[in-house]
Nanobody
Framework: QVQLVQSGGGLVQPGGSLRLSCAAS???????MGWFRQALGKERELVAR???????LYADFVKGRFTISTDDAKNTLFLQMDDLKPEDTAIYYC?????WGQGTQVTVSA
């Protein structure tokens, strides 16, 4: 049973940066790993995705601002978020294949 534990997040001013982490344990590294977010009253949406082969996909609204990466063992997933905007406020979830992290709140506000 794979378990994903997220860390990072919090409150940041517009233009600031945050780094999210997602550590997997209890199983093999995922083939597809990604970050999703869900803002209040909205559906969950893809933020960024990477595969074990290194294929990366970003949502248009984060291109050039967010960077997805993994550690060498591909058991920890990161999301570096720069130039954050108020509309980035949401709960962010990581995923490894069909497994999900617990979610972490990111709030961008002055």
């Amino acid at each position: 049973q794979v378990q994903l534990v997220q860390s990072g997040g919090g409150l940041v001013q517009p233009g600031g940066s945050l780094r999210l982490s997602c550590a997997a344990s209890g199983g093999r590294a995922g083939y597809a790993m990604g970050w999703f977010r869900q803002a209040l009253g909205k559906e969950r949406e893809l933020v960024a995705r990477t595969t074990i082969l290194g294929h990366v996909l970003y949502a248009d609204f984060v291109k050039g601002r967010f960077t997805i990466s993994t550690d060498d063992a591909k058991n920890t997933l990161f999301l570096q978020m720069d130039d954050l905007k108020p509309e980035d406020t949401a709960i962010y979830y990581c995923s490894f294949d069909s497994y999900w992290g617990q979610g972490t709140q990111v709030t961008v506000s002055a």
